[in-house]
């Protein structure tokens, strides 16, 4: 349908969105026309939420250049263009009466909108009666620089969200819902969100947008989740390409999905409140776990937990060796020239001046003691397993040989 709107030079097909059924209908609907004279056929009082995205009213004056001197695809189409600023306020006062009538009394009002019409919105706004409850700042993470670099780069938007007459009672805010959603923290008033990019962004077989101003889904999600309730009515008067209602019809469905897994969680349970006839029904045993620890108890169990996990660091001391030719030396100089058979014991007895040393000690003189004896200057003695050794100097016969002595070491 093609209808006329007051102020707009060229007129051109306008859409309106209509998000979740009235309380008789089922499916959202389209519907397509000037979203003014479409709303005076829709009942009053019958919406829950309205979103406004409304023609800016950029009155640019000629292209916008890039340094490159490539053009920047703003919004220049004829639906953004008014004769005038009256002729905007006209049009301004002629869709938020018109929304207005639609608006149940506890219906609350979204206009999104930037610097160039957001004050004349909010002006109409107020003299119309509605009450003003914030103003949002959509700060855009991703913004648009400015290119001639005589202004401060254009980050943000704003909305104002209003309720329809003073005082503002019984209207939808999620509170809790928002708080949770944000790590538990109250949500504020500046909310950060990329412009519209990548895959969400609709785009024609050319590859160019398809809308210039396409809002991103993630702003209107926030904006029905605050304000709206799962069967609540959302009215769009300026559909674009339709970000409202497929996040409405989105959430919707979340709603849903959530419902009937809600629904099938709390259906009877064979085994627990239903039992197949015939089959043994055991009492059902109730445990309730009573904690009975006192705080020395929690305190002394702690303390276990943090031991176990504490780090210790174990450093081995270094073991002092008695090397084989400290030993050798050691033997050659106190056996010197005894005959006498003496245990090998009592010469080691002064180095064994501390027991940690014994093992090395008896180790290396007992090896240096069987090289010695190979090489002919000892000689080695032990009448049973396990008993004493004795030890002396070779003795030499008169031929110059040496004298046998037989032992049984
Ligand atoms: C700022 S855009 C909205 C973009 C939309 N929020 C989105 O995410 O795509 C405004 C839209 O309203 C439409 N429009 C302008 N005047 C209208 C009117 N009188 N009735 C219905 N639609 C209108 C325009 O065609 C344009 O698509």
Redesign the pocket.
């Known amino acids: 349908m093609v ?1 006329s ?1 007051r102020g ?1 030079s060229v007129r ?1 097909p ?3 969105f209509e998000s979740s059924p009235p309380p008789a209908a089922a499916s959202p609907r389209i519907v397509v ?4 004279a ?1 709303m005076a056929k829709l009942p009053a009082a019958s919406v829950d939420l309205v979103f406004a ?4 009213n950029l009155q640019l004056q000629g292209d916008l250049k890039r340094p490159d001197d490539s053009r920047v695809d703003a ?1 220049d ?1 004829d ?2 263009k008014f004769s005038s600023f009256s002729a905007y306020d006209d ?1 301004t006062r002629a ?1 938020i009466t018109a929304c207005r009538r639609l608006m149940k009394p506890t219906a609350t009002l979204w206009v999104i909108g930037s610097y160039h019409n957001i004050f004349r919105v909010g002006t109409v706004l107020q003299d119309l009666g509605f009450w003003i409850l914030n103003d949002i700042v959509w700060r855009k993470s991703n913004p648009m620089p400015n290119f001639r670099g005589r202004r401060f780069t254009n980050a943000h938007e704003t909305l104002i969200w209003a309720a329809r007459q003073a005082p503002a009672k019984d209207y939808t805010f999620n509170y809790e819902a928002l708080k949770a959603g944000n790590d538990d923290i109250q949500m504020r008033s500046d909310w950060l969100f990329p412009l ?1 990019t990548g895959e969400e962004r609709l785009k024609g077989r050319d590859g160019k947008k398809l ?1 210039p ?3 991103p889904e993630a702003l ?1 999600a926030r904006v029905i989740l605050a304000a709206s309730r799962p069967d609540d009515l959302v009215l ?9 209602g497929a996040v409405a019809q989105r959430l919707r469905r979340l709603e849903t999905i959530r419902n009937v897994a809600e629904q099938l969680l709390n259906r009877p349970q064979l085994g627990r409140e239903v039992f197949q006839r015939g089959a043994p029904e055991p009492i059902a045993e109730i445990k309730h776990p009573e904690w009975s620890a006192t705080l020395y108890d929690l305190l002394t169990a702690y303390a276990g937990r943090r031991q176990t996990q504490a780090r210790s660091f174990v450093r081995m001391p270094k073991r002092t060796v008695w090397s084989l030719a400290e030993a050798r030396e050691a033997l050659e100089r106190l056996i010197g020239l005894s005959m006498e058979w003496s245990p090998l014991d009592q010469y080691l007895a002064e180095y064994l001046v501390e027991p940690s040393m014994k093992a090395t000690v008896m180790a290396s003189s007992f090896a240096a003691t069987l090289e010695l004896v190979r090489e002919g200057h000892l000689e080695l003695n032990q009448h049973a397993a396990f008993a004493p050794l004795y030890v002396r100097k070779r003795q030499k016969t008169e031929n110059g040989g040496v004298a046998a002595e037989t032992g049984n070491g």
């Not at 995205?53 to 800016?56: C, L, N, S």
């Not at 769009?236 to 409202?244: E, H, K, L, Y």
Request: net charge negative; proline share 8%; with cysteine.
């Open positions: 209808v709107r707009a051109a306008r859409v309106s026309g000037d979203c003014v479409e995205d409304p023609p800016y919004v189409d639906w953004d049009f869709w519209c809308h101003t396409q809002k209107l769009d008067p300026f559909c674009g390409t339709g970000t409202t």
